[in-house]
């Protein structure tokens, strides 16, 4: 049990919590406007319908905040990562090129997102280095669209729990003999509990080495490219901005990668682990799959590509 809280370590204990991903909107009397993402959002009381938020004191809209009369809770959808990498990022107008329409107290309001909340401004509290803001629901929109998530560093996306059979069962044998042969013929169903199988033997191997899997990812994408950006980096595994600095300084801290200006680079004992990394899977992949012909494993490699 850790006592002593080092900054990092506890945003990465943090981020074993899995959220969704928000940019918060709002617009002062003035038109002055305002965008940032969150993962802070949660729901509060039914009645009144309150939701809240936080926001660090030190950011540059927080009075934007204070001013405006409401602000809106945009849920992105599983697609709209390039979306909430903007408004991540510090930007002069973060409304230029971005396509929205005004809400309740002109709170911008995102398209083609999972869902929107328009808020009235209801209390501020304190909360340490943030500010919490709770709003009252006076408006909404569900599309239903998968949503995006954030989990460990990275983006994440929802996949339905397959669930399990329960120790205990009431059920009739007929019943269950019914439902195994609807289970065993529904290949979406299988393929989901395939993944959480495999995932079951590797992934303590990957941990095993010390990397968190979105760390793992950097090296191994770092070992095929040689150098990359550090914009094309966080496009190509995924990742918010401030979680990539984050997992780039530990990189650093270890002696794995380089940073020179926007530039990545592996160092020699970077890529010395990055073909640890892909030893620990190729083995994986070998005590599954070794068991199966080549024209067999050409005929899932055919439907994995068609699928």
Known sequence: ???????????????????????????????VQ???????????????PLVLWSIMKNSGSVEVFDNASHFAVNILAADQIPVSNHF????????????YEKGLGDAPLLPDCSARFQCESYQKLDGGDHWILVGKVVAYDD?????????????????????????????????????????????Y??????????????????????????EARMLLTLNDFGSLATQDLEER?????NDLHGAVETLCRKGWLTQQGGQLSLTSAGAEQAETLWRVASE????????????????????????
Request: with cysteine; aromatic share 8%; hydrophobic share 35%.
């Open 34 to 48: 305002t965008g940032v993402t969150a993962n802070s959002f949660n729901s509060v009381s039914l009645e009144p």
């Open 88 to 99: 991540a990022r510090p930007s002069d107008d973060k409304f230029a090129d971005i396509e």
């Open 143 to 187: 599309y239903g669209r998968a949503p995006l998530l954030y989990h460990g560093g990275a983006y994440s996306a929802v996949i339905p729990h397959a669930g399990a059979k329960p120790k205990d069962s009431e059920a009739t044998d007929a019943g269950q003999e019914k439902n195994d042969k609807r289970l065993a013929s529904n290949l």
């Open 1 to 31: 049990m850790s006592t002593e809280f080092d900054p990092r370590d506890f945003r990465r204990a943090l981020g074993n919590f899995a959220t969704g991903v928000t940019v918060i909107t709002a617009c002062t009397p003035e038109g």
């Open 237 to 241: 595994i995924g990742m918010p901005d």
């Open 284 to 307: 994986r992949q070998d005590e599954v799959f070794g068991q199966f012909s080549e024209e067999e494993l050409a005929t899932f490699r055919k439907v994995l590509e068609a699928v």
């Open 189 to 214: 169903y299988q393929m989901l509990q395939a993944v959480k199988r495999y995932q079951s033997g590797y992934q303590p191997l990957q941990l095993a080495t010390g990397l968190r899997t979105i």
